[in-house]
């Protein structure tokens, strides 16, 4: 079970960036994925989240601006983020569950995770 980030990095506020979290050593096609960001001295916030079939869920803080997606194929799952703003500046972190999340989607209780990649975004 492997889960690596990719594609974090310093932008200007208004810019775009794409996360992408690379699976292996497991098939992944029936998990539940999500992405979870932690800024310094906060708590850990689920923003993005895409269940199995395809059915996926975004935070308030970054609905409107955030696509999550994922590539079956290639066990490759995304994050494309764009008006980006200050706040969105974290840690941002893919986790997996192989269970099915209904009503829990964004919620931080994800049972395997990656490393992180650094967002930071400057005004």
């Known amino acids: 079970v492997h889960l690596a980030e990719y594609g974090g990095g310093s932008v200007q506020s208004g810019g775009s960036l794409r996360l992408a979290c690379v699976m292996s050593g497991y098939d992944y096609s029936t998990h539940c994925m999500a992405w979870i960001r932690q800024a310094p001295g906060q708590e850990r916030e689920g923003v993005a989240a895409?269940?199995?079939?395809?059915?996926?869920k975004l935070s308030d803080s970054v609905r409107g601006r955030f696509i999550i997606s994922r590539d079956y194929a290639k066990n490759i799952l995304y994050l494309q983020m764009n008006s980006l703003k200050p706040e969105d500046t974290a840690m941002y972190y893919c986790?997996?569950?192989?269970?099915?999340?209904?009503?829990?989607?964004?919620?931080?209780?994800?049972?395997?995770w990656g490393q992180g990649t650094q967002v930071t975004v400057s005004s």
């Open positions: 986790a997996a569950d192989r269970k099915w999340r209904l009503n829990t989607l964004l919620e931080v209780t994800y049972p395997n």
């Open positions: 895409i269940n199995s079939d395809g059915t996926s």
